[in-house]
């Protein structure tokens, strides 16, 4: 069995065939889905699928890009919801900051003082977070090292920094897509035998970052099988057993999954 800890059902591109999608998942062995609250917008969407599948979970948060739109008091009245798993996805990214050096400080400060802020409410929860690093590994590390509790959570998309593997005893798990099949992932390849197993989940990002032999095709949680297989042949265990292992890893990180 698969958790795929990480998939944007409540995006639009699922609108019409949701059903189907979680069929396909349910029939190649994913047994839960876990959808990011990245995005308030959609919020409700993504309680509306938890509500109607037993298999479906989410988080409740801000992803940096809408660092903006922050509004905790809006976001209050859902976490308490009981199939509200974690806080995120949440954290740093550099990528897309302004040409000016001045904005570009401001945006980075903006995105640092609303990302610790939803780590310190994970940790008065009790709640993992979902961390989101794109181009900001240091200070990303810094504000988990510094604020993180010990409830921890996973770096989605994990990208092959080593100096994020410290995370590992502060019960950080490290989320490995569909990258892992790209044929340019040669960092990450060479750096995942390095993630102790017992912190090791699958995710898709889905319907973003579509494994090979699919990529540039909308993403799915069924498209699990193919990172798996992927992460066994590089573990070098049998991919049944590699499932078995980041599903034990899931549902102790994600404790409220049943």
């Given at each position: 069995m698969i958790i795929d800890t990480h998939c944007h059902l409540d995006d639009e591109r699922y609108r019409e065939d949701v059903s189907e999608v979680v069929e396909r998942a349910k029939a190649i062995g994913v047994e839960c889905f876990i959808i990011p609250g990245a995005d308030p917008k959609t919020l409700t969407r993504a309680i509306e699928l938890s509500e109607k599948y037993d298999e479906i979970y989410f988080a409740v948060g801000v992803h940096p890009?809408?660092?903006?739109?922050?509004?905790?008091?809006?976001?209050?009245?859902?976490?308490?919801?009981?199939?509200?798993?974690?806080?995120?996805?949440?954290?740093?990214?550099?990528?897309?900051?302004?040409?000016?050096?001045?904005?570009?400080?401001?945006?980075?400060?903006?995105?640092?003082?609303?990302?610790?802020?939803?780590?310190?409410?994970?940790?008065?929860?009790?709640?993992?977070l979902i961390v989101h690093v794109r181009e900001s590994s240091a200070d990303c590390l810094e504000l988990l090292e510094k604020y993180a509790g010990s409830e921890g959570g996973v770096l989605h998309c994990y990208n092959a920094d080593e100096s994020?593997?410290?995370?590992?005893?502060?019960?950080?798990?490290?989320?490995?897509?569909?990258?892992?099949?790209?044929?340019?992932?040669?960092?990450?390849?060479?750096?995942?035998?390095?993630?102790?197993?017992?912190?090791?989940?699958?995710?898709?990002?889905?319907?973003?970052?579509?494994?090979?032999?699919?990529?540039?095709?909308?993403?799915?949680?069924?498209?699990?099988?193919?990172?798996?297989?992927?992460?066994?042949?590089?573990?070098?265990?049998?991919?049944?057993?590699?499932?078995s292992i980041t599903t034990k890893n899931s549902k102790r990180l994600f404790s409220k999954i049943k």
């Open positions: 890009y809408d660092a903006r739109n922050y509004q905790k008091d809006f976001l209050e009245e859902f976490v308490q919801h009981p199939k509200c798993v974690a806080i995120g996805e949440c954290g740093l990214d550099y990528f897309r900051l302004p040409e000016s050096q001045e904005e570009s400080e401001i945006e980075k400060k903006l995105q640092q003082e609303v990302f610790v802020d939803q780590i310190l409410w994970a940790k008065e929860l009790k709640l993992p994020l593997l410290k995370l590992a005893s502060k019960n950080f798990y490290y989320g490995i897509g569909g990258v892992l099949t790209f044929k340019n992932a040669k960092k990450l390849i060479n750096v995942y035998p390095k993630i102790p197993n017992d912190k090791l989940i699958i995710e898709t990002d889905a319907p973003y970052l579509t494994p090979h032999p699919y990529r540039g095709k909308r993403n799915e949680p069924s498209y699990t099988k193919y990172i798996a297989s992927k992460m066994a042949e590089l573990s070098v265990i049998e991919q049944e057993q590699l499932e």
